[in-house]
């Protein structure tokens, strides 16, 4: 029997079957904050070949692009640090919507032109998803990591020294950029040093924070700043990133230098998906999900409802509120994935658009009190949560062996429409419930071309 010189870090195996000579033997570091590493150009699953169709257990491969040694990580360690730390990076694109009164205050701007400095983070993040996965590729997991906390800190500290606007919006890019070497990184660190039988509930529970960041982010910065400043947040945060960057150097193994693909594979596999018309369609709908979270969140800070002007304590039971609906996609998973993915992306696109529609009608009137409003954001999030990872895997479905490029371009098309969330609320109207109406039909669209997206694929 002989075995693939260049096996993937993946844990699943097929015996029997000859595998396709893989383009090129590393494991790409362009993950998503809500997906899972995957190989670029390289089959997935990984295949042994065996002179017949029975099973047999695989070697553990050394892993690539400064991968693992012969240990495994520690799940008790490692997992739960990286999860703290993920809360904390991808929270930063949302610790600015619940300040964008105080920030244009100190910016001598309007509440509305703040919300650029949202947008400018996220296209920072999104595009800097494109970078780090083959830098950490070259580098190595830690190195990455631990490099990318520490410029993400030096910005975060930046930001609080912007004299306005412009100044603002360019540090808030470097920051997103910075901070996008943290997520591809993180997840192929779990692709190669967590043992096998545990690599599923990592990636569970890092994703699961990823998304819970959506919500705490917002609490936290609400928090700070009533009781210190905007500056605070940001300050505390870039403090807590220099801690998380030493704890992730004492908690992850280190790396092992090996060689390397060019990293121009990853950007040919892109290229070559981009020729697919129904990837493209679930691309789009993947841009209409944050951009309809973010937009929502950001109607809410700027133009709420008019129960809630004046009680920042109802505004921050709301973004609580939230947080239980992040928490149980974890637990539902085993029953949502028997159903397709593009159906769970269409169905649950549908219902986030249906309640935002629903927030839009009560919003026109007077019962849109905190406690409608509450129950409508919950299922509104649960929506999101349900979409997000049902994307990943409809994207990924139709990628073959370059699954990892398919996921780095979900990435930045999943950011890029966070950073259009906050421009599509400023500019849909004055009201709430306008705001609303729309997010309604963008997130409908979004349905729509994933459905067409999946007829195109029959």
């Not at 039988?197 to 998304?211: E, G």
């Not at 009190?369 to 999101?384: I, M, T, W």
């Not at 990943?392 to 699954?403: H, K, L, M, T, Y």
Request: proline share 7%; aromatic share 6%.
């Amino acid at each position: 029997m002989t075995t693939d010189s260049n096996v993937t870090p993946q844990s699943a195996l097929r015996v029997g079957t000859p595998a396709p000579a893989p383009a090129s033997p590393r494991t790409t570091g362009a993950s998503a904050a809500f997906g899972a590493p995957t190989s670029v150009g390289a089959p997935a699953p990984t295949s042994v070949r065996a002179p017949g169709p029975v099973e047999i257990p695989a070697p553990v491969p050394a892993p690539y692009g400064g991968g693992a040694g012969t240990g495994a990580a520690s799940f008790g360690k490692s997992v739960p640090a990286l999860c703290a730390v993920g809360i904390l990076v991808v929270g930063q694109l949302y610790t600015m919507l619940p300040v964008l009164d105080d920030l244009a205050g100190s910016w001598s701007t309007t509440t509305s032109a703040a919300g650029w400095a949202t947008t400018a983070f996220g296209f920072g993040y999104a595009a800097g998803f494109l970078l780090s996965g083959p830098l950490s590729d070259r580098f190595g997991r830690r190195r990455v990591i631990v490099a990318g906390l520490l410029l993400t800190a030096l910005a975060t500290v930046a930001v609080t020294m912007a004299p306005g606007l412009v100044t603002g919006c360019a540090v808030r890019a470097v920051q997103g950029l910075a901070a996008a070497a943290f997520a591809p990184a993180a997840f192929a660190y779990i692709a190669e040093r967590v043992e096998p039988a545990r690599r599923v509930a990592a990636m569970t529970w890092l994703t699961s924070s990823f998304l819970s960041a959506g919500v705490l982010g917002q609490i936290f910065s609400q928090s700070v700043a009533e009781a210190w400043n905007w500056q605070a947040v940001f300050l505390i945060c870039a403090m807590a990133m220099v801690g998380g960057a030493v704890l992730l150097h004492l908690v992850l193994l280190p790396d092992r230098s090996t060689a390397a693909a060019s990293a121009m594979d990853a950007y040919r596999a892109m290229g070559r998906l981009l020729t697919k018309p129904s990837l493209i369609l679930f691309l789009l709908a993947t841009v209409t999900l944050l951009c309809g979270f973010v937009a929502l969140y950001t109607a809410l800070q700027v133009m709420g409802p008019p129960s809630l002007t004046g009680r920042p304590d109802a505004m921050l039971l709301l973004r609580a509120g939230s947080l239980p609906a992040m928490v149980l996609i974890p637990l539902l998973t085993p029953f949502l994935v028997r159903l397709p993915a593009a159906h769970r992306v269409v169905g649950a696109l549908l219902l986030a658009g249906t309640v935002s529609g629903a927030t839009a009608l009560l919003g026109s009137g007077d019962g849109l009190g905190p406690l409608v409003l509450g129950a409508l954001l919950f299922v509104f999030v649960l929506g999101v949560a349900v979409t997000a990872p049902a994307l990943v895997e409809a994207i990924g479905s139709q990628a073959g062996p370059a699954r990892g490029a398919a996921v780095a371009l979900y990435t930045f098309a999943l950011f890029a429409g966070a950073s259009l969330g906050p421009l599509l609320a400023t500019s849909s109207g004055d009201g709430f419930a306008t705001v609303s109406a729309v997010i309604a039909g963008v997130l409908c669209a979004g349905a729509a071309l994933a459905a067409t997206g999946q007829r195109l694929r029959r």
